[in-house]
């Protein structure tokens, strides 16, 4: 018997082609134009302007090997793997008038850390995006949906994206994804510079909640660009692929309050069934220029009473808190080849205790097509601070996309 989420990522293609075809023979038959670019999908619009819609689509494949580094190296202890990480497709676009967006993006691989138990109300249906969004007036603009929560400049960088095979460390102890709510944001511009301020209100426990058992998330981020926007929203992407003529840089922060959360990490990490205030500080800066890439980051995450404990004193849950810094830094090489380093060290408040690690990763990239074509390979090694030999992890990662 099919799973129910084999069977909705039949239905989400079957979906999509059906969505592609009737476009098709809606352009024969009205003259809607219709065009085709990497990274753009495919572009359908209205003869009349009325809306502009683009169908996309995007795949990643990875192979992996993880093991500790020590002299007696047992085979068994070497762990690998060879799959598809990611298959996304997706619909964007403007319907009536320019101002008035929309965009709904499925996953057809389910990653593993989506996994959760239904019955705990949590999920993995295959939606990531499903938001419309309205430019109101110059700059200002509203969101509701389901989408990126302003967070860390690592969380909200698409994951297609990224310089290395996947996410750091850092971004998986931040502990930001999307999330379903109200967004608002607002962009000023001042001598040349821009400030925008974004600020939301969600359900604090991630994507795909069927059920809000906790409280609600209020987050808050504003981001300085001094030297004005970097080109084709290089705040996004990780490395300058675009060889910024001018200098770029983006300063940005925020806070986060997550009251009542039930989930260890705020909006990820297991269910608990017990409610802890969350309050997450966060900072970081961007630098482009002429090929060269630099990214720091920070967070602080406050939990009052961050382990939980039953009527025994078994531990049943720990909710992350503690500080964790790092940045990486890249070059683009001849040949669209770049070359990128990273570090990371994450600081767990003692009381969990979790172990304080270093992370520390090197990446090579070949771009064929931006971040859409690319085959990327990176080596990662963990020290942590005890005992425990280091990890070493390899992988090798083949995006493609139209």
Same mark, same amino acid.
């Given at each position: ?6 069977c909705? !990522? ?12 009737? @476009? ?13 670019? *990497? ?15 683009h ?28 799959? %598809?990480?990611?298959?996304?497709t997706? +619909? ?8 008035? #967006?929309? =965009? ?9 850390? /989506? ?6 109300? *949590? ?7 499903? @938001?419309i ?10 969101? !509701? ?14 994951i297609?994206? +990224? /310089?290395? !095979? ?6 998986? @102890? ?18 040349? !510079? ?32 001094p ?5 084709d ?7 300058? +692929? ?13 806070v986060? @309050? ?8 705020? =909006? ?6 017990v ?10 800066? #961007? ?15 406050? %939990?009052? *009473? ?18 964790a ?13 770049? #070359? ?5 060290? #994450? ?28 085959? /990327?390979?990176?080596?990662?090694? /963990? %020290? ?19």
């Amino acid at each position: 018997m099919l799973s129910n989420h084999s069977c909705l !990522a039949k239905y989400s293609l079957l979906l999509s082609v059906t969505i592609l075809l009737s @476009f098709e023979i809606s352009a024969q038959k009205k003259g809607i134009s219709s065009r085709t670019e *990497i990274g753009e999908g495919i572009k359908f619009t209205a003869r009349d302007k009325s809306y502009d819609v683009h169908l996309y689509g995007w795949g990643q494949t990875i192979a992996h090997t993880e093991f500790p580094i020590k002299s007696n190296l047992n085979l068994q202890e070497l762990e690998y793997g060879l799959g %598809v990480t990611h298959a996304r497709t997706g +619909l964007r676009g403007y319907l009536i008038q320019p101002e008035l #967006l929309f =965009h709904f993006q499925m996953e057809f691989v389910n990653s593993g850390d /989506q996994i959760r138990n239904d019955i705990q109300g *949590i999920q993995f249906n295959g939606l990531l995006d499903a @938001f419309i969004e309205w430019n109101i007036y110059k700059g200002f603009n509203f969101s !509701a949906g389901q989408r990126f929560v302003p967070g860390t400049r690592a969380s909200t960088t698409p994951i297609r994206n +990224l /310089q290395f !095979a996947g996410r750091s460390t850092f971004d998986a @102890f931040s502990g930001f994804t999307r999330d379903a709510g109200l967004f608002v944001w607002y962009d000023f511009e001042s001598n040349g !510079a821009l400030i925008r301020t974004i600020g939301a209100v969600t359900q604090g426990e991630g994507a795909n909640v069927q059920v809000n058992s906790g409280g609600l998330a209020y987050t808050a981020r504003a981001d300085w660009f001094p030297f004005g926007e970097f080109t084709d929203n290089g705040q996004l992407t990780q490395g300058d +692929l675009e060889k910024e003529r001018a200098p770029k840089l983006q300063l940005g922060g925020g806070v986060e @309050f997550n009251d009542n959360s039930v989930r260890e990490n705020g =909006h990820l990490g297991d269910l608990v069934m017990v409610e802890r205030d969350i309050l997450t500080y966060f900072a970081d800066v #961007l630098f482009k220029y002429q090929g060269f890439a630099f990214q720091a980051d920070f967070v602080d995450k406050e %939990v009052d *009473i961050p382990v939980v404990y039953d009527t025994l004193f078994n531990t049943i849950g720990i909710f992350n808190s503690g500080m964790a810094f790092g940045g990486s830094g890249s070059y683009m090489l001849a040949d669209d080849i770049s #070359l990128a380093i990273r570090y990371h060290r #994450l600081m767990p408040t003692p009381v969990t205790k979790r172990i304080t690690s270093d992370n520390y990763g090197i990446a090579l990239s070949k771009y064929f097509a931006g971040h859409n074509v690319k085959v /990327q390979t990176d080596i990662a090694l /963990q %020290v942590l601070d005890n005992d425990t030999d280091p990890n070493f992890q390899w992988q090798l990662l083949m995006s493609f996309g139209f």
